[in-house]
């Protein structure tokens, strides 16, 4: 090896400049101060019930996650995600305390906390509310409850009335509360679909599921079969219509309060394009439907549920063992108790029914992500304003 004496000047200037460069990487040196602002991170909160949870799907075929790609990808950012979304969230009222009791899974459906505790306990994970900068929410359908949608006795009257009670105002203040917590955030609220239509097929299943939900008031109508199918598509086309509605309405009249305030956010409300080919069990469905054969659907029917079905979502074997541990036979039950709990858990087990499979969520992701487009080109980001790049020290 030769000594140092034996390196040129030009050699030992050359290993002076390398040593310089390593020690600097090495020791974290930063590199010169530049005038480009560091990119911000984005901050994404979303509240709501299944659908905005994504019930079925797992975690990257989601609406949201899909919503959050396409925001990193389009922004350059970091995007970071806060889900109070679950399965079976109401609505509710904001004067009431929001309960210790959380979802064991958001899969496993629960009215409480409702979207109004979700925002609570939302405001308790930011220091600073003005760091958030969308917000995805949307809510209602449990107040109206899904009974009441696949129950035939019901008139498009009666779903209208109730879409406008539960969507209308509930929503509005919801809506409010959202945007004036996080004032620096865009707000998007999503719409819903129709369950039934004229594309479900009248299968013996189908009947099946009709008369299981019939509950006719004290002065029952007979129906035929044909009756009971034609019924839930109309109430089904009546909540989708009504629902779109009252949901639009109580977004522009938040909307327009935000505007005499002269505010930069925005709220806007997402109608999802669904068409009958999409709806459940349809040939086209973008809805999670069962997993079995027609003998087995069949024999599911004669046997009323004593022969079980399957789901075909991607998340049935983590809800069913969710769900066992959530009904689990407490001690001292009860025979009546006992056929309670069973009910309630296999309800659980079929949760993801009627819900948005991966092409649904991507129609949900794609509607969403169309109206932020918009909304950034026309606004940008309200907190950019408030987002100045250092000043150099001479």
């Known amino acids: 090896m030769k000594s140092l004496t034996h390196l040129s000047k030009r050699s030992l200037v050359a290993l002076a400049a390398i040593i310089l460069v390593l020690s600097s990487s090495i ?11 560091t990119e911000r991170q984005l901050n994404m909160l979303v509240l709501g019930d299944s659908i905005m949870w994504g019930q079925g799907l797992s975690e990257q075929h989601k609406a949201w996650y899909q919503v959050k790609t396409w925001l990193k990808e389009s922004t350059n950012r970091e995007v970071r995600e806060t889900i109070e979304a679950h399965s079976g969230a109401f609505v509710g009222v904001n004067d009431v305390p929001s309960p210790n009791y959380s979802p064991l899974d958001g899969e496993v459906s629960s009215a409480v906390p409702t979207v109004n505790h979700e925002l609570d306990r939302a405001l308790k994970s930011f220091a600073d509310p003005s760091q958030v900068d969308l917000v995805l929410v949307d809510g209602c359908i449990n107040d109206v409850d899904v009974r009441n949608l696949l129950n035939a006795a019901n008139s498009t009257e009666d779903i209208k009335r109730l879409a406008t009670e539960k969507c209308g105002m509930p929503m509005q203040a919801l809506i409010g509360r959202v945007a004036s917590s996080f004032p620096t955030a865009h707000v998007i609220v999503t719409g819903y679909f129709p369950i039934i239509s004229e594309k479900t097929p009248n299968s013996l299943l189908m009947k099946g599921m009709a008369r299981m939900f019939y509950q006719p008031g004290p002065k029952p109508a007979k129906l035929k079969a044909s009756d009971l199918r034609e019924n839930l598509i109309a109430v089904s086309r009546a909540w989708y219509q009504s629902s ?9 009249k938040v909307r327009a309060e935000l505007a005499t305030k002269g505010s930069r956010q925005r709220i806007a409300f997402v109608e999802i394009p ?11 469905t ?11 659907k069949l024999l599911a029917v004669l046997t009323l549920g004593k022969v079980t079905l399957k789901t075909n979502d991607e998340q049935r074997r983590q809800r069913v063992a969710s769900c066992n541990e959530q009904y689990k036979r407490p001690p001292g039950e009860t025979s009546n108790q006992r056929g309670t709990r069973q009910m309630r858990r296999m309800l659980c087990w079929y949760a993801s029914l009627g819900h948005p499979n991966r092409k649904g969520a991507a ?11 918009s909304l950034i080109a026309e606004t940008g980001w309200p907190r950019e304003q408030t987002i100045r790049p250092a000043t150099a020290i001479p």
Not at 244 to 252: F, I, Q
Not at 274 to 284: D, R
Not at 363 to 373: S, W
Request: zero cysteines; charged letters at 20%.
């Open 27 to 37: 020791s974290g040196q930063s590199p010169p101060p530049s005038d480009k602002p």
């Open 244 to 252: 779109n509605a009252a949901l639009g309405e109580a977004v522009d």
């Open 274 to 284: 669904f068409p009958p080919e999409y709806s459940f069990n349809a040939p086209e």
């Open 286 to 296: 973008r809805l999670w439907g069962f997993n079995a054969s027609f003998l087995r």
């Open 363 to 373: 129609i949900y992701a794609d509607a969403i992500v169309g109206k932020l487009k």
